[in-house]
């Protein structure tokens, strides 16, 4: 199994400024138009400083930060280890692995959907967000990791 720091750090650095700016879009048509009101609705699902009002998301931006990093760093590392069975450019192969997260992250939401009582368009929509999410975030991981580390 490889462990190459420069991948994990760098491209798990870039996946998720990626992500974030991604979301900074998706977050103000999917979260606070679409669906607004079905989270109105299921406010017991939600984290207590989400459901002030105004919701106090400057408090949960140390955790949804720490946890994106630690995330996009393990990502990187699982990436680095499979982008040799991906064909393409750097930035193609990224796009693919984006395809492979999007489709876990359908699969872990079907499964939970089966746990939690959330309305289905919820659930539909994040994963709509997932997809855009995945492919703009992969790509940047694919083309930083094959500039600072080709294969």
Same mark, same amino acid.
């Given at each position: 199994?490889?462990?190459? +720091? ?11 400024? %990626?992500?974030? +700016? ?21 406010? *017991?699902?939600? !984290? ?7 919701? @106090?998301?400057? %408090?949960?931006?140390? !955790? ?6 630690? %995330?996009?760093?393990?990502?990187? =590392?699982?990436? @680095?280890?499979? !982008?040799?069975?991906?064909? =393409? ?10 395809? +492979?997260?999007?489709? $876990? *992250?359908?699969? $872990?939401? %079907?499964?939970? *959907?089966?746990? $939690? ?15 855009? +999410?995945?492919?703009?975030? =992969? ?8 500039? $600072? *580390?080709?294969?």
């Amino acid at each position: 199994m490889k462990f190459n +720091i420069k991948v994990i750090l760098l491209g798990g650095l870039a996946m998720y400024v %990626a992500q974030f +700016i991604v979301s900074m879009a998706t977050g103000g048509v999917i979260h606070e138009d679409i669906l607004k009101e079905l989270y109105i609705a299921n406010a *017991s699902f939600w !984290r207590p400083e989400l459901n002030q009002d105004p919701p @106090d998301m400057a %408090a949960l931006m140390p !955790r949804w930060i720490a946890t994106g990093l630690i %995330a996009t760093f393990i990502l990187a =590392g699982i990436y @680095d280890n499979i !982008r040799s069975g991906l064909d =393409g450019s750097g930035l193609i192969k990224g796009i693919k692995y984006g395809v +492979i997260l999007f489709l $876990f *992250s359908v699969c $872990f939401s %079907a499964g939970w *959907s089966g746990v $939690f009582n959330l309305p289905e368009t919820i659930w539909i929509w994040w994963n709509v967000e997932a997809l855009v +999410i995945y492919l703009v975030g =992969g790509a940047a991981l694919g083309w930083v990791a094959a500039k $600072f *580390s080709p294969e």
